[in-house]
């Protein structure tokens, strides 16, 4: 099977049964779904902020098991280093741009609802509910 790979965003809409979720659905049907390990961070970031329960940590756990976690790997961090030096003049976010690394080391399509983002990035495959 193939992997997509899901940025934040989807996965908070999963995670929190937004319609969004739904919208994306045809989009990962029939794909194995990864995440980079920059995502789980800001997973877990946003629910330590929040201080979430015991029910809502339970919910993303479960989750986050279902998910294949990328690791960052010696090409993920030269991915990383290619992309913002190559965004200079439209600066990419750090934490965005550990997440396009993933995709482009790992060769996957971007799941996002955030396209602008990740917009002129060579090499990367953007799939997007965002007209």
């Not at 030269?78 to 976010?93: K, N, T």
């Amino acid at each position: 099977m193939t992997f997509r790979l899901l940025d934040t965003n989807i996965v908070s809409y999963i995670l929190n049964g937004h319609t969004l979720a739904t919208a994306y659905q045809p989009h990962l049907t029939g794909y194995d779904l990864a995440i980079s390990f920059q995502t789980v961070a800001e997973l877990l970031e946003g629910a330590t902020l929040a201080g979430w329960g015991p029910v809502r940590w339970s919910g993303l756990q479960s989750l986050l098991a279902t998910l294949t976690m990328l690791d960052g790997t010696a090409d993920v961090a030269a991915r990383w280093a290619e992309v913002r030096a190559a965004r200079r003049s439209q600066p990419i976010g750090v934490a965005d741009c550990w997440i396009v690394a993933t995709a482009l080391a790992y060769g996957l399509e971007l799941v996002t609802h955030n396209p602008a983002d990740f917009r002129s990035i060579p090499g990367l495959v953007i799939i997007t509910e965002v007209t």
